[in-house]
T-cell receptor, first 113, second 111 residues
Framework: EAGVAQSPRYKIIEKRQSVAFWCNPISGHATLYWYQQILGQGPKLLIQFQNNGVVDDSQLPKDRFSAERLKGVDSTLKIQPAKLEDSAVYLC???????????FGAGTRLSVL | AQTVTQSQPEMSVQEAETVTLSCTYDTSESDYYLFWYKQPPSRQMILVIRQEAYKQQNATENRFSVNFQKAAKSFSLKISDSQLGDAAMYFCAYRSRKLTFGKGITLSVRP
């Protein structure tokens, strides 16, 4: 079974630029999550989708972050414009409705200069 | 709000020895799940072990076991016969409606 796929693995941008991350969950997983992991901390949930609907986006900075999952499969997370404090690893995870286990991708390491 | 506390930032263990990683959490709920995840330098979070709060029996997965003390809100991870490949960051996590992580602990294994 293929795992959660994310791209790119690394991204370096300057502040005020925009950036997008892509995630393909495990086949059949209805729930998809985006997390932000700042160096030295645990991941923090940004947004949760169930199919193509948003379940929880309470910690998403909506003035600059957006995410979509139009067909209920792949998802993109966008930052526009980026700030220095957005430097972090962005992790995508997915889970099935039946099992309460989240499976994570390898993440995208973003550096904002 | 639920919080997860991992008070030890780093630990070291000799290969083949046993090490215990501590975790406490704060919640007013009675039904929840607890997890330990491993994050090697590759960054991918790998599930190590899971515990349902309603189960009194401590979960075990090969060399990994937990000591779940529900009344004390404590959830420690014991790694037996430590191997070099166990070196990584370990995160304790709590889930009711959403997954909340602790700050993690860096485990090094001495050959």
């Amino acid at each position: 079974e293929a795992g959660v796929a994310q791209s790119p693995r690394y991204k370096i941008i300057e502040k005020r630029q925009s950036v997008a991350f892509w995630c393909n969950p495990i086949s059949g997983h209805a729930t998809l999550y985006w997390y932000q992991q700042i160096l030295g901390q645990g991941p923090k949930l940004l947004i949760q989708f169930q199919n193509n609907g948003v379940v929880d986006d309470s910690q998403l900075p909506k003035d600059r972050f957006s995410a979509e999952r139009l067909k209920g499969v792949d998802s993109t997370l966008k930052i526009q414009p980026a700030k220095l404090e957005d430097s972090a690893v962005y992790l995508c995870a997915s889970s099935s409705i039946r099992k309460n286990i989240q499976y994570f991708g390898a993440g995208t390491r973003l550096s904002v200069l | 709000a639920q919080t997860v506390t991992q008070s030890q930032p780093e630990m070291s263990v000799q290969e083949a020895e046993t090490v215990t990683l501590s975790c406490t959490y704060d919640t007013s709920e009675s039904d929840y799940y607890l997890f330990w995840y491993k994050q090697p330098p590759s960054r991918q979070m790998i599930l190590v072990i899971r515990q349902e709060a309603y189960k009194q029996q401590n979960a075990t997965e090969n060399r990994f076991s937990v000591n779940f003390q529900k009344a004390a809100k404590s959830f420690s991870l014991k790694i037996s016969d430590s191997q070099l490949g166990d070196a990584a960051m370990y995160f304790c996590a709590y889930r009711s409606r959403k997954l909340t992580f602790g700050k993690g602990i860096t485990l090094s294994v001495r050959p």
